[in-house]
């Protein structure tokens, strides 16, 4: 996403943390900052099975198309290129099955002028370690499948994503007009080669305001599909699904506060079922943060 102004920039987690001053808190633990130069933008981030303990993310808009795997000390272990992908706003990353196989979902889904007229998907086998060289090498995924996404009704910027269990590709817009809404990519689309619709399937209870940093930027899916993660600046917001990939508000956990934690908080994953990893954009300050974050429960 863009960067908002110095002073605002500056303002954001002070004011934040004073609007949640005294409610109870989650318990936080920043295990680093990503030490990598190139990673200047981690928009989203995805707790990798295959490799325990690593995670992989990436640079939004205009950077490489390619993802970072870095442990939580926000050390890079190695960068993939991804073939057939082009990043002109990645903004999500996922994780969900690829017909018997388990891939990487990549989301290039941001708009900030809300005027793509289509948006993509991608998606890739979760790569191998690189070899151990004691360097971070510059290596290739396999080459990424791509379906070309239009919506109903008209443009929306979008940053938050996850993968259902049957494949299905559920997107929840940011928040700049019309609220926190949910739509869904079949799991079908793949085999498509037109550009297909997304379904207008939920709102969510989330009132989104950018003037107090409630903007969605991300969500996640726990590993057994029961409940989603989504995100803020702010908040972190839980919600149950059903069968149907409804979501109705978790009454086992209410809103999460995290004002205040990052410096510009954008990926969100569960670390496992109790424990969710949130990274952060660089913003002003020197580095994006790796945060473990559990919430509190009623």
Not at 130 to 155: I, M, N
Not at 291 to 298: D, I, K, N, Q, Y
Request: hydrophobic residues 35%; proline residues 8%; contains cysteine.
């Amino acid at each position: 996403m863009r960067r908002p102004s110095a002073l605002v920039a500056l303002l954001i987690p002070a004011v934040l943390a004073a609007q949640t001053a005294g409610k109870p808190g989650p318990t936080t633990r920043r295990t680093g900052t990503f030490q990598d130069r190139r990673l200047g933008e981690s928009s989203g981030v995805v707790a990798s099975r295959r490799h325990p303990g690593l995670l992989w993310t990436m640079n939004d808009s205009g950077g490489d198309a390619a993802l970072f795997l870095v442990d939580t000390n926000g050390v890079t272990v190695g960068v993939y290129v991804v073939p057939n992908a082009v990043n002109i706003d990645w903004e999500a990353l996922g994780r969900g099955p690829c017909g018997r196989r388990e891939c990487i979902y990549i989301g290039d889904t941001g708009d900030n002028g809300r005027d793509r007229r289509s948006v993509t998907l991608y998606r890739i086998l979760e790569p191998d370690l690189p070899p151990p060289t004691g360097k971070s090498l510059r290596l290739a995924t396999a080459k990424a499948e791509a379906v070309e996404v239009r919506y109903p009704d008209r443009p929306h910027d979008v940053e938050a994503m996850y993968v259902e269990p049957d494949g299905s590709v559920a997107l929840v817009t940011k928040g700049r007009s019309g609220g926190a809404l949910l739509f869904r990519v079949p799991a079908s689309s793949w085999r498509e080669r037109r550009p297909v619709l997304a379904l207008r399937s939920d709102s969510l209870p989330i009132p989104t305001s950018f003037m107090t940093g409630r903007a969605v930027t991300d969500a996640a899916l726990t590993p057994d599909g029961h409940r989603v993660a989504v995100r803020t600046y702010r908040d972190i917001w839980f919600f149950v699904r059903d069968e149907t990939g409804r979501l109705t508000p978790d009454p086992t956990h209410p809103v999460c506060d995290i004002a205040g934690l990052e410096p510009q908080g954008e990926g969100l994953d569960w670390w496992n079922e109790e424990t969710l990893v949130l990274t952060s954009e660089r913003g002003l300050f020197p580095a994006g943060t790796i945060t473990l974050v559990r919430c509190p429960a009623r």
